[in-house]
T-cell receptor
């Protein structure tokens, strides 16, 4: 089955610890994205990658870091610098970066709920 | 700056009713508009994508329309069922290449 997997589904960490969220896709998509969702708010873009070995900051990148060493993988690290890390994190991918056509339809993974205490 | 608004925030209807969810956006220079469904604690499922040159898209009981000039889209759900209960999100993409989301409409369909 083709799709996007995120692991783990639930993650608990102590304040001050870095934590890495996994995102893998077997759709052969070039572009990948990380979003954060908080209760009552829409999704906000953290980081995105248009192609392997390249990534850019989204709207709320502070306290987060990413890497894109392989086309299939786009892990997100939530660092201790992130002031309010407890949230639902969603990874997505699209065939390519927005080109004005169907190819950028985004497909989402099941999400990881991170709780930091 | 593009802003996307969805009204109402919540909606409760009896089973079998036809319903319309609304989405408005402030900048009409969009490439596409995408409607998603999200079940509690789950990821997003793409329902329909409307390109800027299109006026509507249909999938089963769902029909989405797009009026770029007025900055509006509607998602029409025919003959609603309890299984349609979920949060529905619309999102637009423009020349920034970023998908901008509304806050969603939470739908409850009562048996």
């Amino acid at each position: 089955d083709g799709g996007i997997t995120q692991s783990p589904k639930y993650l608990f960490r102590k304040e001050g610890q870095n934590v890495t969220l996994s995102c893998e896709q077997n759709l052969n998509h070039d572009a990948m994205y990380w979003y954060r969702q908080d209760p009552g708010q829409g999704l906000r873009l953290i980081y995105y990658s248009q192609i392997v070995n390249d990534f850019q900051k989204g709207d709320i990148a502070e306290g987060y870091s990413v890497s894109r060493e392989k086309k299939e993988s786009f892990p997100l690290t939530v660092t201790s610098a992130q002031k309010n890390p407890t949230a639902f994190y969603l990874c997505a991918s699209s065939i390519e970066w927005a080109s004005g056509g169907l190819d950028y339809e985004q497909y989402f993974g099941p999400g990881t709920r991170l709780t930091v205490t | 700056k593009q802003e996307v608004t969805q009204i109402p925030a919540a909606l409760s209807v009896p089973e079998g009713e036809n319903l319309v969810l609304n989405c408005s956006f402030t900048d009409s220079a969009i490439y596409n508009l995408q409607w998603f469904r999200q079940d509690p604690g789950k990821g997003l499922t793409s329902l329909l994508l409307i390109q800027s040159s299109q006026r509507e898209q249909t999938s089963g009981r769902l029909n989405a329309s797009l009026d770029k000039s007025s900055g509006r889209s509607t998602l029409y759900i025919a003959a609603s069922q309890p299984g349609d209960s979920a949060t529905y999100l619309c999102a637009v993409i423009g020349n920034t290449g970023k998908l901008i989301f509304g806050q969603g409409t939470t739908l409850q369909v009562k048996p």
